[in-house]
């Protein structure tokens, strides 16, 4: 596998292209390029997720075997992981909370105090 070494602006040119269908655009990427760049970013993104899967499996062995831990309790696990983004839906959602106080984006999921003003980040009521 080869890195991507377009400029961020070449990507989304070749992206826009791939998406247009076999229409070139100007700056010149031709539809063909833009074709195989996509097919490269998903064999790349295909290797990404077998790797993830070898290690989920390789970690799911360690704890089953060496510390006994359930598929019971994997299974809970995933959903509570699942649950502390707010909602049940099979996927960690990217963090979105930004602080009242000094209106950064908070650096991890549910954080109870803002990393950079130490400011209150507990939800009201709470
Ligand atoms: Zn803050």
Excluded at 4 to 29: D, E, K
Excluded at 100 to 106: E, I, S, T
Aim: proline letters at 6%; a neutral charge.
């Amino acid at each position: 596998m080869q890195p991507n070494r377009q400029s961020p602006v070449a990507y989304t040119r070749t992206m826009l292209s791939y998406m247009l269908a076999n229409t070139p655009i100007s700056g010149g990427v031709s539809s063909a390029d833009a074709r195989f760049i996509a097919e490269d970013a998903n064999k790349a993104s295909e290797l990404k997720i077998q790797a993830l899967e070898l290690t989920c499996a390789a970690m799911w062995t360690i704890l089953r075997d060496k510390l006994g831990v359930t598929e019971a309790e994997l299974v809970q696990a995933i959903h509570d992981v699942d649950a502390r983004d707010g909602v049940v839906d099979g996927k960690i959602s990217p963090i979105s909370k930004e602080c009242p106080h000094c209106h950064r984006k908070a650096l991890t999921r549910n954080p109870t105090k803002c990393a950079w003003c130490g400011g209150d980040l507990s939800p009201v009521g709470t």
